[in-house]
């Protein structure tokens, strides 16, 4: 795609992310909770609505295909599609008011292009093109430290992996610190941005990934399935989102090390 063609479709993802973020926090409707698969999985009117009119917009501006979380689907992500978490981390919007994110990606054949991260209550836009960067409000993100190892980095993940992977324990113990903020886009965005070493997670769906995934690789992150294996972001699973050689500590220390 042509730089300038890209660089318009970026502004008009940021422009609308931004107006739907103006929604989330004032809504003017009840949020109306109701869960999905599980008694945490939470979903409100607000996800709902803010959804719908990011795909009015997009829709209207380019006629390109749209998967959403809250129902929008494709029959295939041949050429160019929109994927779009409206709140990511809807446990946060409901329960502490912040840490809550929308996430807009585009991808052509299944390969993100350009997305958009929104940190509703910080303020924070942080945007990526495929070659052309990450920024955080327009500033541009550096790039990460490709050498430091993950004792000296924070590492972001849920407490709950360890059930499945025991070794995360340790690995945490051993780290700089742990946090946990509960929406994937802005963990992974704080990896990008060069604060916290990685993110591991153990079940992540395309739209809470796609444009995070971008802004991480745009600034020298290595982004995988926790096996090593390529991150394909059409699909759900595992996601190892790190600084270089964090990546490649943690790879080998959570799944390959003997012991
Ligand atoms: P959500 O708020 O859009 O559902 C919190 O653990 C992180 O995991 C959030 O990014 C959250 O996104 C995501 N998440 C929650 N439930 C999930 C599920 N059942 N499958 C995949 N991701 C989920
Ligand atoms: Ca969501």
Known sequence: MEKDE?????????????????MALDPGIELNIETKSNR???????????????????????????????????????????LIDPIDGTMNYIETRRDYAISLALCENGVPVLGVV????????????????????????????????YRQVVLITDLKEIRALPRLAKALEESRGHRRYGSAALEMAEVAAGK????????????????????????????????????????????????????SDLQYRLIQAPN
């Open 196 to 247: 916290a070493g990685g993110f591991i997670h153990l079940w992540v769906s395309p739209w809470d990934i796609a444009a995070a995934t971008l802004i991480c690789t745009e600034t020298g992150c290595t982004v995988s399935r926790l096996d090593g294996t390529n991150m394909d972001v059409r699909q759900k699973g595992s996601i190892l989102a790190a600084w270089p050689t964090v990546h």
């Open 6 to 22: 890209l660089q318009k479709l970026l502004d008009c993802a940021v422009s609308t992310v931004k107006q739907a973020a103006e």
């Open 40 to 82: 945490n999985d939470l979903v409100t009117d607000v996800d709902k609505a803010v959804e719908q009119f990011i795909v009015d917009k997009m829709t209207a501006a380019t006629g390109y295909p749209v998967l959403g979380e809250e129902g929008h689907r494709v029959d295939s992500f041949e050429g160019r599609v929109w």
């Open 118 to 149: 929104q940190d509703v209550v910080a303020g924070k836009t942080y945007t990526a093109t495929l070659g052309g960067g990450a920024f955080c409000n327009g500033t541009p993100l550096g790039k990460v430290d490709s050498a430091i190892d």
